[in-house]
């Protein structure tokens, strides 16, 4: 860690340190090395600082795409395409890209018997982008509408098998 503070509205990592965090895992020096910088504790979160000096953790570390050196976390995406009343479920994944590195796909699931366009969620998408909700570049280049997507046996979308399916 760089020491580096983000102002509000930026966003990073999310690195935590307090007095009654432990200083290590317990039996467990390779996890203390990959979790621990200079005593701050990686919390895995991609988060931004509120203009009220609030944290709003937006998506975890292994989830986000980076394109363009830019952070685009994958639960807003989700988010807002899930608000489509004909969508079910909304994944977004990162394609790799030669000239960004990463781009986002999005995988939906429509609701039992209903149906919706790729082209119907790009301008929800710009719509979003327009009232400033996320940024135009962040609009997905590619929609992939299925018939299922996979769950964690937690109950999470399984982004590993979309990433091996789909990139």
């Known amino acids: 860690?760089?020491?580096t503070i983000a102002g509000p509205n930026e966003i990073g990592e999310l690195y935590v340190k307090a007095p009654w965090l432990p200083g290590e895992y317990y039996?467990?020096?390779?996890?203390t090395k990959t979790s621990y910088e200079n005593g701050w504790f990686k919390t895995g979160d991609i988060a931004l600082i509120t203009p009220e000096h609030g944290i709003r953790i937006l998506d975890r570390v292994k989830d986000v795409i980076k394109s363009g050196g830019e952070w685009i976390p994958?639960?807003?995406l989700?988010?807002?395409?899930?608000e489509i009343p004909q969508v079910d479920i909304a994944a977004i994944i990162g394609k790799p890209d030669e000239?960004?590195?990463e781009r986002p796909i999005a995988?939906?699931?429509p609701r039992t018997s209903t149906q919706i366009t790729q082209e119907e969620i790009i301008q929800y998408l710009r719509k979003a982008a327009d009232n400033g909700r996320i940024a135009k570049w962040w609009i997905p280049e590619q929609i992939i509408i299925?018939?299922?997507i996979p769950l964690t046996s937690t109950g999470k979308i399984n982004?590993?098998?979309l990433k091996q399916k789909y990139t």
């Open 74 to 76: 994958t639960s807003i």
């Open 27 to 31: 039996k467990d020096p390779e996890k």
């Open 99 to 101: 000239k960004y590195g």
């Open 146 to 148: 299925v018939e299922d």
């Open 1 to 3: 860690m760089d020491g």
């Open 107 to 109: 995988i939906i699931k």
């Open 159 to 161: 982004k590993l098998y």
């Open 78 to 82: 989700e988010s807002i395409i899930s």
